[in-house]
């Protein structure tokens, strides 16, 4: 089969296309022939660790759907032709974290991930996936859907008629809105493109800021939601960011610290923290458990997932440097 590995050619980092042997599920394993996948931001961060010494020969990418296409002879989950996802953390099937799980993580240090024409996974890591939805849709859940569903639901406790500040309009950002929205609760969201704010507003957002033309965003939200601010906020961005998401949540309410997109090693000022009676909440995707009931969720409410742009399995480089653009509404994905 074919599948993808990180090298290092001279001063560049990039995917290459390799032959290697179609592998074979062990006892309690299967053989996912996969369909699709996608990128989230992270593995940006992974193929630039490869610039640095890192990931070497590792296949990349954590989501992935397809087809069961062998099993070993202790499965009884799955059965030939299932459409299934594999979960971000292999490991993590349910109950509360442990840092034991992060090494399982898909694509990551110490795990192959899924742009592959095939992966092993084990039985208890896959989840079946909405009958609604198309495979390339159905790549783009396990980690920026899940993550979304963990901050806001799992985590956050969303409920009908609190309000959510979303950063963006990515992976997370995009599916943390329809969720929101879903679910009854007033969305703001933020972008420097006024054709992606009105992109939201198509999704049901109900607030739009241009951070380019009100760069103290953090008043904005103040003055839109009568000076409470927002109960739940997706923090996306990072060192640049935190200041002003500490300064638009509400009294009691939670901030859910996901992205860095502008970087790592936040050193916010927490007084407003405490005086409001707020939380930050660390969020690192979901368990199986947690991807189970997400595609419930999402079954039921016939959600479709955004896709700005599907990229064939011979062009994922491509598929990187327009992730790294930023042009993206949504999600970016590969058909395998």
């Known amino acids: 089969?074919?599948?993808?590995?990180?090298?290092?050619?001279?001063?560049?980092?990039?995917?290459?296309?390799?032959?290697?042997?179609?592998?074979?599920?062990?006892?309690?394993?299967?053989r996912v022939e996969v369909a699709a996948?996608?990128?989230?931001?992270?593995?940006?961060?992974?193929?630039?660790?490869?610039?640095?010494?890192?990931?070497?020969?590792?296949?990349?990418?954590?989501?992935?759907?397809?087809?069961?296409?062998?099993?070993?002879?202790?499965?009884?989950?799955?059965?030939?032709?299932?459409r299934v996802a594999a979960s971000f953390f292999r490991d993590w099937i349910g109950g509360p974290f442990r840092a034991g799980y992060m090494s399982s993580a898909l694509g990551g240090s110490a795990t192959d991930g899924v742009l592959a024409e095939s992966v092993i996974l084990p039985q208890a890591s896959l989840v079946a996936v909405p009958g609604h939805l198309s495979m390339e849709q159905a790549a783009t859940l396990p980690c920026a859907a899940l993550t979304a569903w963990q901050a806001l639901v799992v985590r956050g406790g969303l409920g009908h008629g609190d309000t959510v500040l979303i950063q963006g309009t990515g992976g997370v950002a995009l599916f943390g809105l329809q969720f929101a929205v879903a679910m009854g609760a007033r969305v703001i969201v933020?972008?420097?493109?006024?054709?992606?704010?009105?992109?939201?507003?198509?999704?049901?957002?109900?607030?739009?800021?241009?951070?380019?033309?009100?760069?103290?965003?953090?008043?904005?939200?103040?003055?839109?939601?009568?000076?409470?601010?927002?109960?739940?906020?997706?923090?996306?961005?990072?060192?640049?960011?935190?200041?002003?998401?500490?300064?638009?949540?509400?009294?009691?309410?939670?901030?859910?610290?996901?992205?860095?997109?502008?970087?790592?090693?936040?050193?916010?000022n927490l007084a407003r923290l405490q005086s409001m009676n707020a939380d930050i909440?660390?969020?690192?995707?979901g368990s199986v458990a947690h991807f189970s009931a997400m595609n419930s969720y999402i079954e039921s409410q016939r959600l479709t997932p955004i896709i700005d742009r599907v990229f064939d399995f011979e062009d994922a480089a491509s598929a990187y440097a327009y992730l790294r653009s930023g042009q993206h509404f949504g999600k970016v994905a590969v058909r395998v």
Do not use: C
């Open 281 to 285: 909440l660390g969020i690192t995707v």
């Open 190 to 268: 933020l972008s420097s493109s006024d054709a992606k704010l009105e992109r939201a507003r198509q999704l049901g957002a109900s607030v739009l800021i241009n951070y380019r033309a009100k760069p103290e965003w953090d008043k904005a939200v103040l003055e839109e939601t009568n000076g409470e601010g927002a109960s739940h906020v997706l923090e996306l961005g990072g060192p640049d960011t935190y200041e002003r998401s500490l300064r638009s949540v509400a009294a009691g309410g939670k901030i859910a610290q996901i992205g860095v997109l502008t970087g790592f090693g936040s050193t916010p």
């Open 1 to 30: 089969m074919r599948a993808y590995r990180l090298a290092r050619r001279d001063s560049a980092a990039l995917p290459l296309l390799s032959e290697v042997p179609t592998p074979v599920p062990g006892p309690d394993e299967v």
């Open 37 to 82: 996948a996608s990128l989230n931001y992270r593995d940006l961060i992974v193929l630039d660790g490869l610039a640095k010494g890192g990931y070497e020969g590792r296949i990349p990418l954590s989501d992935a759907a397809g087809r069961v296409a062998a099993v070993g002879e202790r499965v009884s989950a799955w059965r030939i032709g299932d």
